[in-house]
Protein backbone atom coordinates (compact mmCIF):
# COMPACT_ATOMS: atom_id res chain seq x y z
CA UNK A 1 0.00 0.00 0.00
CA UNK A 2 2.79 2.52 -0.87
CA UNK A 3 3.37 2.82 3.10
CA UNK A 4 -0.48 4.48 3.23
CA UNK A 5 -2.08 3.83 6.83
CA UNK A 6 -5.86 4.65 7.02
CA UNK A 7 -7.44 5.09 11.38
CA UNK A 8 -9.70 3.32 12.05
CA UNK A 9 -10.46 0.80 9.32
CA UNK A 10 -13.54 0.44 11.01
CA UNK A 11 -16.05 2.67 12.70
CA UNK A 12 -19.81 2.76 13.42
CA UNK A 13 -21.14 6.29 15.37
CA UNK A 14 -24.00 8.03 15.79
CA UNK A 15 -25.53 10.61 13.41
CA UNK A 16 -24.24 14.17 15.15
CA UNK A 17 -21.08 12.75 16.52
CA UNK A 18 -17.94 14.37 15.46
CA UNK A 19 -15.58 11.83 13.88
CA UNK A 20 -11.52 12.21 12.41
CA UNK A 21 -10.70 9.64 10.21
CA UNK A 22 -6.78 9.67 9.55
CA UNK A 23 -4.17 9.23 6.69
CA UNK A 24 -0.26 8.76 7.66
CA UNK A 25 2.11 7.92 4.90
CA UNK A 26 5.56 7.21 4.92
CA UNK A 27 6.42 8.06 1.72
CA UNK A 28 7.01 11.99 2.09
CA UNK A 29 4.59 12.46 -1.18
CA UNK A 30 3.63 15.97 -1.55
CA UNK A 31 0.05 15.69 -2.56
CA UNK A 32 -3.03 13.61 -0.40
CA UNK A 33 -6.02 13.01 -1.78
CA UNK A 34 -9.58 11.88 0.61
CA UNK A 35 -12.12 10.14 -1.44
CA UNK A 36 -15.49 8.35 -0.25
CA UNK A 37 -16.70 5.11 -2.62
CA UNK A 38 -20.31 4.24 -3.04
CA UNK A 39 -21.97 2.16 -4.84
CA UNK A 40 -23.20 3.06 -7.91
CA UNK A 41 -20.70 6.55 -8.11
CA UNK A 42 -17.29 5.01 -8.23
CA UNK A 43 -14.74 7.41 -5.81
CA UNK A 44 -15.58 11.27 -5.42
CA UNK A 45 -12.90 13.29 -4.07
CA UNK A 46 -13.75 15.03 -1.20
CA UNK A 47 -10.91 17.46 -0.15
CA UNK A 48 -7.33 17.65 -1.03
CA UNK A 49 -3.36 18.54 -0.22
CA UNK A 50 -1.22 19.70 -1.76
CA UNK A 51 1.41 20.61 0.45
CA UNK A 52 1.34 21.24 4.64
CA UNK A 53 -1.35 23.99 5.46
CA UNK A 54 -2.44 24.07 1.88
CA UNK A 55 -5.71 22.19 1.00
CA UNK A 56 -8.53 22.99 -1.32
CA UNK A 57 -12.37 21.09 -1.74
CA UNK A 58 -13.54 18.40 -4.09
CA UNK A 59 -16.71 17.95 -5.48
CA UNK A 60 -18.10 16.73 -2.52
CA UNK A 61 -17.04 18.62 0.40
CA UNK A 62 -20.11 19.93 2.10
CA UNK A 63 -20.32 18.35 5.78
CA UNK A 64 -16.40 17.94 6.01
CA UNK A 65 -13.13 19.47 7.15
CA UNK A 66 -9.32 18.40 6.92
CA UNK A 67 -6.45 19.86 8.38
CA UNK A 68 -2.60 18.84 7.67
CA UNK A 69 -0.11 20.08 9.94
CA UNK A 70 2.96 18.14 8.64
CA UNK A 71 3.70 16.46 5.41
CA UNK A 72 3.03 12.75 6.52
CA UNK A 73 -0.24 13.13 8.19
CA UNK A 74 -3.90 14.35 6.50
CA UNK A 75 -7.22 14.15 8.54
CA UNK A 76 -10.53 13.92 7.33
CA UNK A 77 -13.25 15.75 9.65
CA UNK A 78 -16.85 14.84 9.78
CA UNK A 79 -18.14 17.76 11.95
CA UNK A 80 -21.69 15.72 12.87
CA UNK A 81 -21.86 12.89 10.92
CA UNK A 82 -24.97 12.39 9.32
CA UNK A 83 -26.18 8.86 7.70
CA UNK A 84 -25.05 9.99 4.10
CA UNK A 85 -22.07 9.92 5.29
CA UNK A 86 -21.95 6.03 5.59
CA UNK A 87 -19.39 5.19 3.40
CA UNK A 88 -15.62 4.04 2.59
CA UNK A 89 -13.19 6.48 2.77
CA UNK A 90 -9.82 6.33 1.41
CA UNK A 91 -7.01 8.15 1.49
CA UNK A 92 -4.62 8.39 -1.48
CA UNK A 93 -0.95 9.92 -2.02
CA UNK A 94 1.13 11.68 -4.63
CA UNK A 95 3.96 13.29 -5.98
CA UNK A 96 3.42 16.26 -8.82
CA UNK A 97 5.64 15.42 -11.92
CA UNK A 98 6.20 17.20 -15.18
CA UNK A 99 5.78 21.11 -15.67
CA UNK A 100 1.80 20.32 -15.09
CA UNK A 101 2.10 18.84 -11.80
CA UNK A 102 -0.53 16.33 -13.53
CA UNK A 103 -0.46 12.41 -14.43
CA UNK A 104 1.34 11.23 -11.48
CA UNK A 105 0.08 7.84 -10.14
CA UNK A 106 -1.98 7.74 -6.81
CA UNK A 107 -1.27 5.65 -4.46
CA UNK A 108 -4.05 4.77 -1.91
CA UNK A 109 -4.76 3.18 1.37
CA UNK A 110 -6.54 0.51 2.54
CA UNK A 111 -9.36 2.33 3.11
CA UNK A 112 -12.12 2.61 6.12
CA UNK A 113 -15.82 2.02 6.46
CA UNK A 114 -17.65 4.48 8.52
CA UNK A 115 -20.82 3.42 9.00
CA UNK A 116 -23.48 6.60 10.62
CA UNK A 117 -26.52 5.18 12.38
CA UNK B 1 -16.12 19.11 -16.11
CA UNK B 2 -15.07 16.11 -16.99
CA UNK B 3 -16.94 12.94 -16.82
CA UNK B 4 -16.20 9.30 -17.05
CA UNK B 5 -18.99 6.64 -18.17
CA UNK B 6 -18.16 3.13 -17.71
CA UNK B 7 -20.71 1.08 -19.91
CA UNK B 8 -21.15 -1.69 -18.15
CA UNK B 9 -21.56 -2.23 -14.05
CA UNK B 10 -20.82 -5.67 -14.40
CA UNK B 11 -19.23 -8.31 -16.70
CA UNK B 12 -18.99 -11.81 -16.84
CA UNK B 13 -16.90 -13.69 -18.62
CA UNK B 14 -14.98 -17.46 -18.12
CA UNK B 15 -11.55 -18.22 -17.79
CA UNK B 16 -9.21 -17.63 -20.24
CA UNK B 17 -11.88 -15.63 -22.31
CA UNK B 18 -11.23 -12.09 -23.81
CA UNK B 19 -12.30 -9.31 -22.09
CA UNK B 20 -12.84 -5.69 -22.53
CA UNK B 21 -14.08 -3.35 -20.31
CA UNK B 22 -15.46 0.38 -21.74
CA UNK B 23 -14.52 3.53 -20.88
CA UNK B 24 -15.93 6.73 -22.13
CA UNK B 25 -14.72 10.49 -21.29
CA UNK B 26 -16.15 13.66 -21.68
CA UNK B 27 -13.82 17.00 -21.37
CA UNK B 28 -13.01 20.43 -22.41
CA UNK B 29 -9.40 20.02 -22.14
CA UNK B 30 -6.92 17.53 -22.90
CA UNK B 31 -6.72 15.12 -19.99
CA UNK B 32 -4.26 12.00 -18.73
CA UNK B 33 -6.24 8.36 -18.73
CA UNK B 34 -5.92 5.44 -15.63
CA UNK B 35 -7.09 2.48 -15.40
CA UNK B 36 -7.24 1.13 -11.42
CA UNK B 37 -7.97 -2.43 -10.29
CA UNK B 38 -9.80 -3.45 -6.90
CA UNK B 39 -9.49 -6.29 -4.90
CA UNK B 40 -12.02 -7.12 -2.60
CA UNK B 41 -11.65 -5.26 0.71
CA UNK B 42 -8.79 -3.56 -0.46
CA UNK B 43 -7.76 0.17 -2.03
CA UNK B 44 -7.48 0.85 -5.37
CA UNK B 45 -3.98 -0.58 -7.37
CA UNK B 46 -2.91 1.01 -10.65
CA UNK B 47 -3.26 -0.76 -14.12
CA UNK B 48 -2.40 1.54 -16.30
CA UNK B 49 -1.96 5.08 -17.61
CA UNK B 50 -2.09 7.35 -20.79
CA UNK B 51 -0.21 10.51 -20.33
CA UNK B 52 1.13 11.01 -24.38
CA UNK B 53 2.68 9.03 -27.46
CA UNK B 54 1.63 5.88 -28.04
CA UNK B 55 -2.00 5.41 -28.07
CA UNK B 56 -1.46 1.70 -26.79
CA UNK B 57 -0.82 1.56 -23.40
CA UNK B 58 0.28 -1.50 -21.50
CA UNK B 59 0.06 -2.77 -18.06
CA UNK B 60 0.43 -4.83 -15.16
CA UNK B 61 -1.16 -8.35 -15.25
CA UNK B 62 -1.36 -8.99 -19.10
CA UNK B 63 -4.09 -5.70 -19.51
CA UNK B 64 -3.95 -2.97 -21.91
CA UNK B 65 -5.97 -0.42 -23.08
CA UNK B 66 -6.13 1.85 -26.33
CA UNK B 67 -6.67 5.45 -26.20
CA UNK B 68 -9.27 6.45 -28.97
CA UNK B 69 -9.16 10.97 -29.21
CA UNK B 70 -11.66 10.70 -31.96
CA UNK B 71 -14.09 8.34 -30.21
CA UNK B 72 -12.81 9.63 -26.52
CA UNK B 73 -12.93 6.26 -24.94
CA UNK B 74 -10.09 4.47 -23.28
CA UNK B 75 -11.13 0.58 -23.12
CA UNK B 76 -9.25 -2.37 -21.13
CA UNK B 77 -8.88 -5.41 -22.41
CA UNK B 78 -7.02 -8.66 -21.82
CA UNK B 79 -6.65 -11.22 -23.97
CA UNK B 80 -7.16 -13.86 -21.63
CA UNK B 81 -8.87 -13.52 -18.22
CA UNK B 82 -7.81 -15.76 -15.25
CA UNK B 83 -9.99 -16.19 -11.70
CA UNK B 84 -7.88 -14.47 -10.15
CA UNK B 85 -8.81 -11.11 -11.98
CA UNK B 86 -11.96 -10.97 -10.36
CA UNK B 87 -11.84 -7.77 -9.70
CA UNK B 88 -13.40 -4.06 -9.47
CA UNK B 89 -12.12 -2.16 -12.32
CA UNK B 90 -12.11 1.27 -12.22
CA UNK B 91 -11.39 4.20 -15.30
CA UNK B 92 -10.85 7.86 -14.53
CA UNK B 93 -8.99 10.83 -15.79
CA UNK B 94 -7.29 13.91 -14.66
CA UNK B 95 -6.79 17.25 -16.17
CA UNK B 96 -3.78 18.47 -17.51
CA UNK B 97 -2.54 21.08 -15.52
CA UNK B 98 -5.45 20.35 -12.71
CA UNK B 99 -3.45 19.18 -9.54
CA UNK B 100 -4.03 15.82 -10.50
CA UNK B 101 -7.10 15.21 -9.38
CA UNK B 102 -8.87 11.88 -10.60
CA UNK B 103 -12.19 11.77 -11.93
CA UNK B 104 -13.35 8.62 -11.55
CA UNK B 105 -15.95 6.47 -13.23
CA UNK B 106 -18.78 4.24 -11.44
CA UNK B 107 -16.65 1.20 -11.85
CA UNK B 108 -16.73 -2.51 -13.56
CA UNK B 109 -17.17 -5.90 -11.59
CA UNK B 110 -15.03 -8.27 -13.67
CA UNK B 111 -16.61 -11.61 -12.33
CA UNK B 112 -14.13 -14.56 -14.02
CA UNK B 113 -15.78 -17.89 -14.09
CA UNK B 114 -15.09 -21.88 -14.54
Given at each position: ???????????????G?????????????????????????????I??????????????????????????????????A???????????????????????????????????? | ???????????????E?P????????S???????????Y?????Q???????????????????????????S???????????????????V??????N??????G?????E?
Amino acid sequence: DAGITQSPRHKVTETGTPVTLRCHQTENHRYMYWYRQDPGHGLRLIHYSYGVKDTDKGEVSDGYSVSRSKTEDFLLTLESATSSQTSVYFCAISTPGGTSGSGETQYFGPGTRLLVL
Amino acid sequence: AQSVTQLDSQVPVFEEAPVELRCNYSSSVSVYLFWYVQYPNQGLQLLLKYLSGSTLVKGINGFEAEFNKSQTSFHLRKPSVHISDTAEYFCAVSVKGGGNKLTFGTGTQLKVEL
